[in-house]
């Protein structure tokens, strides 16, 4: 069959369809091939302790829960390939799969681009929802939030660069650069046809700078962003880097429809 090309465009074959990178609509595709760059993202992470048989409850078996301190990522992402800018919230713990890697395992997903929505669902399985985040400086004080439905599921404040601090101090309690998430798909008729857990990783990272002091964290019930579900027992530490990286692609760490669970 003749490659039809109109607009500067050409038709897809089926050897394009079957590709990895393929995206809809064809000829203005959402999600972006990987991999793609992040640059000047300001971040603020924070710490603090929870229930663990509350954090236990959201963890999808295998997975072993590796502690009881959570991390809240708020993220202004100033510059990234296809998408812009947007805010992004990462919420996450450390968990282990028994024989595999341990990382972070990330119950909640927040942010304010549809085309992140997409990708962190359909190629990562991250549970992400559409939400407003914001990160501000107000005077001495960097304030983050995250907000759905009208309302302010999370409130985050941290001193405004007081005391500079290297960078390897904010994976003291799990290493947060190993993402974990349970990716679940179904066929058209209702057969699963997804069931994973994958990982992965950031790559070509640069931290431009990074700052720590103590934090404070409010959460507010939501029932469609339950975040409430992981209670603040004690505001930990929290920190404010820049940084620039890369997303690429992860792996498949466990097949729940194989026989013996492991990725082909």
Same mark, same amino acid.
């Given at each position: ?14 050897? +394009? $369809? &079957? #590709? ?6 064809? =000829?203005?595709?959402? @999600?972006? !091939? *990987? ?32 502690? +009881? $301190? &959570? #991390? ?6 100033? =510059?990234?390939?296809? @998408?812009? !800018? *947007? ?178």
């Amino acid at each position: 069959m003749t490659r039809q090309s109109r607009g500067g465009l050409t038709r897809p074959g089926i050897d +394009d $369809i &079957v #590709a990895g990178g393929f995206s809809t609509p064809w =000829d203005a595709p959402t @999600i972006p !091939p *990987f991999p793609f760059r992040f640059r000047n993202v300001e971040m603020m992470t924070l710490f603090y302790r929870s229930d663990r048989k509350a954090m236990e409850f959201l963890l999808p078996e295998p997975l072993q829960c590796t502690g +009881d $301190i &959570v #991390a809240i990522h708020i993220y202004r992402m100033n =510059d990234t390939d296809w @998408i812009g !800018p *947007f805010g992004e919230s990462n919420i996450m713990f450390g968990a282990s799969l028994p024989g595999g890697p341990s990382g972070s395992y990330s119950p909640y997903f927040f942010l304010s681009t549809e085309i992140g929505v997409s990708h962190g669902r359909e190629m990562h399985g991250q549970p992400k929802k559409l939400a407003n985040v914001s990160l501000e400086f107000r005077g001495d004080l960097i304030v983050g939030s995250v907000e759905r439905n009208g309302i302010d599921i999370i409130t985050a404040t941290l001193p405004y660069k007081q005391v500079a601090c290297d960078p390897k101090e904010i994976a003291a309690h799990f290493d947060f650069s190993t993402n974990i998430n349970l990716k679940v798909i179904d066929h058209i008729d209702g057969r699963p046809a997804i069931r994973q857990l994958t990982s992965r990783k950031l790559a070509d990272m640069t931290v431009h700078e990074c700052w720590t002091g103590p934090c404070s964290v409010e959460l507010r019930a939501n029932v469609q962003a339950p975040i409430f579900r992981l209670p603040v027992l004690e505001p930990l530490r929290g920190f404010y880097w820049r940084a620039d990286f890369s997303l690429i692609p992860g792996q498949i760490i466990h097949d729940y429809l194989a026989e013996d669970g492991k990725a082909v």
